[in-house]
Structures are given as structure tokens and as C-alpha cells.
């Protein structure tokens, strides 16, 4: 019995190893896309929860190939205009997931309110789906991404800023005016075209259609190596 016992354990400590080990064809996107402006929210304290987050432990943007490459083309047609991408998060281990969802449990932390959800209670962030149980960016093709001008390195006007958890963070939001809806309309537009798709309630997120890891959910930490 003790034997069979010791071999499960082996097992499924083996299993979670596997798990949190980064799989071959996860790339650092900055390889892959010149250019490219990073912003790397979770890995600081201009976020949310308001410090690091759990899993976050090197600025390093991990995205599977298929995905960098695609965001690569995305970056060269930009580019024929003067634009570029700036990027806030790449691939999200599971841990850092777990880490926003026992945040939101807690009711009494509401420091960044004002900045990131000023007209929404905490209570309903789960209800409302700015906060959920899994993340799309754990499979590893999944991006938060804004355009810049490449000359200044300003951001295009959006109508609202990253991670505010507001209606009027939605793509189709009529809350903002129609040279913002437009800025949105053009980044949404040239995501498309090369494979991505939008998310509802948020302008800058964006999940490559054909994903090679549609149904697998990644908790390595973001590493260097």
C-alpha cells in the first residue's frame, strides 16, 4: 500500500512540474516584433491590486509563436502608418489569476478604486466579468495592446485607460467620443486581419483565433529562462 501511495504521489508531483514547466514554443515576443513598446502592469505596482503580482518575476512578455508572429505582422503594417503596438500583458501563469480573484474576495482592500473601477462596486467585479476564475492569457495567445505613435511614443486616445473596469472600457461603448471610437474601431480592425480576436468588455484584449493551446491552462512563472 505504502508503495502504491509513494508512486501516486510521485506521480502528481511530477504532473505539476510538468505543468509549470514553459512548453518549447512559448517565445519572447520582443524577439519577434521590432519595435515593440512593453509595459509590463502586473510585474509593478501600476495595477489594481497595486504591487506585483504573483508569478510575475521578470519582464519578460512569454507568447506562443503562432501568436508573436502574428503580432509581429500586426506591428509591420502599423508601422506603414507611423504607428506601433504598446503592450501591458502577455501570457499570465494561473497563479497570478488566482492572486486577482482572492483580491476581489477581499472587500475591504478598495485602495485603487478611483483609478481603476471608480463606478463599480467590488462586489460585482466577478458578476460583471472584469474579474473571473481563469484567464484566457494562461493559455499563452492572448495580449493587452494599445497603439502608440511611433515618432512620440504617445498613446492613442482610447476614451478610457487599461484595466479600467467601467462599461465604457467596452469596444462598443457610446460613452466615447467618435475620434475615440474610431482609434478603437482601427486597433480592432487590424487585429482581425491578421488572426485575433476582441474580447466584449474590454477594447485592448485581444486571443489569436487559431491558439495551439485552446484548452490548457499554464502556471509557469514569467521568467527570464
Known sequence: MRSIIFALAFALSASIASAQTRPRDFVDVTTFVPGLVVEMRYAGAHNFVGRPIHGYEALVCWLTRPAAIALADVQAELARFGLGLKVYDYYRPTRAVADFAAWARDLSDTAHRAEF???????????????????????????????????????????????????????????????????????????????????????WHFTLAREPHSRTYFDFPVTAR
Do not use: C
Open 117 to 203: 473601477y471608480p463606478t463599480v462596486d467590488k462586489s460585482q467585479l466577478f458578476q460583471l466579468g472584469y474579474i473571473a476564475e481563469r484567464s484566457g492569457h494562461s493559455r499563452g495567445s492572448t495580449v493587452d495592446l494599445t497603439v502608440i505613435d511611433r515618432a512620440t511614443g504617445a498613446e492613442l486616445d482610447m476614451g478610457s485607460p487599461f484595466d479600467l473596469f467601467d462599461p465604457r472600457s467596452w469596444p462598443t461603448s457610446n460613452a466615447v467620443n467618435s475620434a475615440q471610437r474610431a482609434n478603437r474601431l482601427m486597433l480592432q480592425s487590424v487585429m482581425r486581419s491578421h488572426g485575433f480576436n476582441p474580447l466584449e468588455q474590454e477594447w
